[in-house]
């Protein structure tokens, strides 16, 4: 089915398993994904809808390279949609999601105070994810998908920059707090401050 075509190459993109200008060859792509040729181009037109691929006439599909003045413009609409979400989250938290935020939070303290990156890496995930499902909001959350689906690359860059996890986690506790609080000022604050410094670890990363 394309539907499921199209869900097995996007993970597989977001995983990293076929990089940022790699040629997606449909005849191994049909091997690989158990598909027909045309649910395999079904499922790179819709990816190229979404940004991940480019399919150009006579060259084939590849996965697109996003520069980083597309990157910076795609992190801050994220900024103001993620932004929205935690505000909504703090309107809507219960108090056993506010306890699995408090051991998100301290899982991520661990993970920083043991230089296990990678790990914290993953709780950034789990707590952003978390966030969105106590929002609710179906609408914000498939635009959010959809556009971190293009900054894979980008995102995992950005974790790795050295003192990155220093930086992010007290932004990430105050964004806790703020939820927890049932303040959605505040939550909306903090989020909008913390991928605004996405943004600037993006043009560091980029500077000569």
């Given at each position: 089915m394309p539907a499921e075509a199209y869900d097995l190459l996007r993970d597989a993109i977001l995983r990293g398993e076929y990089l940022p200008g790699e040629r997606l060859v449909e005849a191994q792509l049909c091997?690989?994904?158990?598909?027909?040729?045309?649910?395999?181009?079904a499922a790179l037109q819709d990816l190229a809808a979404d940004g991940l691929v480019k399919v150009e006439r006579n060259k084939g599909a590849h996965v697109r390279k996003v520069p980083l003045d597309e990157a910076?413009?795609?992190?801050?609409?994220?900024m103001v949609i993620e932004g929205?979400?935690?505000?909504?989250?703090?309107a809507r938290v219960t108090d056993e999601q506010a306890s699995e935020l408090?051991?998100?939070g301290l899982l991520m303290r661990r993970a920083?105070?043991?230089?296990?990156?990678?790990r914290y890496s993953d709780l950034n995930e789990r707590l952003h994810s978390l966030i969105r499902r106590i929002a609710g909001h179906r609408t914000a959350e498939g635009i959010i998908?959809?556009?971190?689906?293009?900054?894979?690359?980008?995102?995992?860059?950005v974790s790795l920059h050295p003192g990155r996890p220093t930086v992010s986690l007290p932004q990430h506790e105050r964004i806790i707090a703020a939820i927890q609080a049932h303040d959605p000022v505040a939550a909306e604050a903090a989020m909008r401050e913390h991928i605004a410094s996405v943004?600037?670890?993006?043009?560091?990363?980029?500077a000569p």
């Open positions: 091997e690989r994904l158990g598909a027909s040729r045309f649910n395999v181009r910076v413009e795609i992190t801050e609409v994220r929205l979400v935690a505000a909504r989250a703090a408090d051991e998100i920083v105070g043991a230089g296990e990156f990678r998908e959809t556009l971190r689906g293009q900054l894979v690359r980008h995102q995992f860059m943004i600037t670890a993006l043009r560091e990363i980029d």
